[in-house]
């Protein structure tokens, strides 16, 4: 991503957000506020420019769905949301839990478009939650929001910063972030876009600043992706928009990274266990993505 551009991938992972709301039933995740922070021009923009992206992902049967509307259907059931609501959903159903444990903050990693702060600013009166992105994107969110007519919660606090380069506890700390509260973290859609060395430096570098018992949620590219042809398309696509994916781990190695640098994994689900969980017995073309998984790890 560019100094001073927003990230054109957390566009269209709002883009697939919002169509899923709005199209697909059932429903694996309802981010029914996400169509608002697109202007009616960018959703017909991205929808066109993706169903056109059928002879990209699917050439052998581009002929056969020449109608727009089903033609991006396809595309954004198969390559575009799948990811999208699979991690949005096991994120916020573990946040739940954590809830009902007593945690104070919920950090916000490479926080995009997400609205879970105006989907339930109810839980804003108990907890305070800290969005930690990019400034260019991040101000780009604030322009979103205020076109949108939002009210911005008392308890949501936007940090601008680009942690990769620029580290993040000191932002956060300028935040009001408090590091004696037990605190809950996700980090979605991010790790892929890093080298190893600099996803678990950073994985390690958020240990001090948040007390024994606190968790975060991290989705990452498994060791199969490469020879996934729905792995390949989509990281072609993200290198198109200038944002390259640079890692995946095998199931061990990134267990026995977490545990040398102090998380404990609590709960790590793969491609079959995210079918299992959300896609049974759905009629549309909806399955889990087979190029990701998911982990829940706890501060030792």
């Known amino acids: 991503m560019e100094n001073n551009q927003s990230s054109m991938t957390a566009l269209v992972c709002l883009f697939g957000r919002a169509y899923h709301s709005l199209y697909d039933n059932p429903k694996v995740f309802d981010d029914f506020l996400a169509r608002n922070l697109l202007s009616d021009e960018e959703f017909t923009q991205i929808s066109g420019y993706l169903a056109g992206g059928m002879k990209f992902f699917n050439p052998e ?46 950090v916000i990693l490479g926080a995009g478009m997400d609205t879970f702060a105006f989907r339930h ?9 800290f969005e930690v992105d990019h400034p260019a994107t991040q101000q780009d969110k604030l322009n979103r929001i205020k076109t949108a007519k939002w009210k911005i919660p008392e308890n949501l606090h936007f940090v ?21 509260k037990r605190t809950y973290l996700s980090w979605l859609g991010v790790t892929q876009y890093l ?22 949620v991290f ?15 989509i990281s072609a ?56 998984n998911l982990i829940l790890a706890v501060v030792k």
Not at 122 to 129: A, D, Q, R
Not at 275 to 292: I, S
């Open 61 to 106: 049967h581009a002929d056969k769905l020449i109608d727009p509307q089903e033609a991006l259907r396809w595309v954004v059931q198969t390559h575009i949301a799948p990811l999208l609501i699979t991690r949005a959903r096991y994120c916020e159903d573990k946040l739940k839990n954590e809830l009902a444990l007593g945690i104070e903050q919920y």
């Open 121 to 129: 600013s109810e839980l804003l009166e108990s907890i305070s939650v």
């Open 160 to 180: 601008p910063v680009d942690f990769i380069e620029d580290g993040l506890a000191g932002y956060l700390k300028q935040a009001g972030f408090d590091c004696l």
């Open 195 to 216: 080298s190893k060395n600099n996803m678990l430096q950073i994985l390690k570098a958020i240990i001090p600043i948040i007390p024994k018992g606190s968790s975060i």
């Open 219 to 233: 989705d990452y590219s498994n060791d199969k992706s490469h020879s996934i042809e729905q792995s390949r398309k």
């Open 237 to 292: 696509m993200a290198k198109a928009a200038g944002e390259p994916m640079k890692s995946c781990y095998g199931v061990e190695e990134l267990e026995s990274s977490l545990t040398q640098i102090g998380w404990q994994v609590r709960e790590h689900l793969t491609f079959q266990d995210l079918e299992a969980k959300y896609f049974l017995n759905r009629e549309d073309y909806y399955h889990a993505p087979e190029n990701t």
